[in-house]
Nanobody, 117 residues
């Protein structure tokens, strides 16, 4: 079955960096669009960044220039490099997998990112 396992979250000071990873198994990774979403307490889950099978990337305005999404199809893994972190980036970050637009999407369990001094 589909499994998405996120890692790399933690506590970091403002201005710091973190790299999240999402390892996928039981999936057709190379054809899928992979995404990172985040959800802060009391707020909805929002898109942070996504990357298509062809490498096209999309970012939320709030993270453009600071975050970079990438993928390694050989490792079935998608990454989110987060630089210049701000307190407002604090949230649970979720990995999302969707093979095709007409197929179901799957989510990881989430990893907590806290930006605080």
């Amino acid at each position: 079955q589909v499994q998405l396992v996120e890692s790399g979250g933690g506590l970091v000071q403002p201005g710091g960096s973190l790299r999240l990873a999402c390892a996928a198994s039981g999936v057709a990774f190379s054809i899928a669009t992979m995404g990172w979403y985040r959800q802060a307490p009391g707020k909805q889950r929002d898109l942070v960044a996504s990357i298509t099978s062809g490498g096209d990337k999309n970012y939320a305005d709030s993270v453009k220039g600071r975050f970079t999404i990438s993928r390694d199809n050989a490792k079935n893994t998608v990454y989110l490099q987060m630089n210049s972190l701000k307190p407002e980036d604090t949230a649970v970050y979720y990995c999302r997998y969707q093979a095709l637009a007409i197929t179901p999407a799957y989510w990881g369990q989430g990893t907590q990112v806290t930006v605080s001094s």
